[in-house]
């Protein structure tokens, strides 16, 4: 089943929906005292105007060759490219989940991220704890390293780690978050990604490429030899411009003379999605390639 909406304005707010799990008395208390945190701590933070497209890997040798003419690779991984693993949590009635496809103007999620190979995840690996928002149109990420162990202390414990001086309002608002809205981990991504950064007059662009991206819904463990399953076809990979101000026009101009349409997957809810946990909404992308390169409904952005 898939959810209709209405669009109202430049950030989209759902029309009614079906949610099958409006939040009990119970949680709805505990949103009720996350609520004191929608004012978030400035530290660790930048802020990001982003864009995303879907490219069939037939496109990328073309697409490489244009990028990589005006931007430089970001130098990490091996070959190019590195994987990046994230575990997300979510309420039991997957409030996250839901603010996203409603489109508040203001939503939220929480994750544990990897960077590079999860085999060589140990306690002591540093990870990044996160928190990635969304206000009106601007997209913002705060973050902390901590070593694994610790980040699982702090968001699955919900208990004080220890941390820099600075970061005491980031810890704060992760704990307030776990603990005030019971938060767990929910579902976990993974993919490998290239990415390019900007020079000259691009300077602040970034520009990735994640390929084979794919999930799970339980074993949270980043570093749990568990099978994983491609939650979008391996034959697309996931195009994202992420600019401070705006995405320069060379840019949406490429994407424009290669066919690409804009769509606003998210791998988080992708992944929700393709293992049940939620019905598939208007933003998923099917299973079937074509479709889901097939153009879609006109959506104001």
């Known amino acids: 089943m898939r959810l209709r909406r209405s669009r109202t ?10 949610t099958q799990g409006d939040p009990p008395p119970q949680e709805a208390d505990n949103d009720h005292a996350g609520h004191a945190l929608r004012a978030p701590s400035p530290l660790h933070a930048f802020n ?22 005006r931007l430089d690779d970001d130098g990490n991984g091996v070959g190019g490219s590195y994987g990046v693993w994230s575990v997300y949590y979510d309420t039991r009635h997957l409030r996250f989940y839901w603010e996203k496809i409603e489109g508040l103007r203001f939503r939220r999620k929480l994750r544990i991220r990897h960077y590079g190979d999860r085999s060589t995840v140990r306690d002591d690996t540093t990870v990044y704890v996160e928190i990635k928002q ?8 705060r973050r902390i390293g901590l ?23 980031f810890v704060n608002e992760v704990l307030g978050l776990v603990s005030g809205l019971d938060l767990r981990p929910t579902a976990t991504t993974g993919y490998q990604r290239e990415a390019y950064l900007g020079r000259d007059a691009d300077l602040g662009l970034r520009v990735t490429l994640d390929h084979r991206v794919r999930g799970r819904d339980r074993d949270f463990d ?3 030899d568990s099978e994983n399953r491609l939650i979008i076809p391996a034959s697309l990979s996931v195009l994202e411009f992420k600019a401070n101000d705006r995405v320069p026009y060379w840019l949406t101009d490429l994407a ?10 998210s791998k988080y809810c992708q992944s929700v999605e393709a293992f049940g946990r939620a019905p598939r909404s208007i933003f998923h992308v099917p299973d079937n390639p074509a479709e889901a390169l097939a153009p879609a409904t006109t959506l104001k952005a």
């Open 256 to 265: 424009a003379r290669m066919d690409l349409s804009v769509v606003r997957v």
């Open 134 to 141: 969304r206000v009106n149109r601007v997209t913002q990420k």
């Open 48 to 69: 990001r105007y982003e864009i995303k497209y879907l490219v069939p890997v037939t496109k990328l040798p073309e697409l490489r060759e244009q990028l990589r003419a």
């Open 147 to 169: 070593p694994y162990a610790q980040a699982r202390v702090l968001c699955d414990l919900r208990r004080q780690v220890e941390h820099l001086p600075g970061q005491t309002a």
């Open 9 to 18: 304005g430049p950030e989209e707010r759902a029309a009614p929906v079906e």
């Open 222 to 224: 980043l570093a749990a």
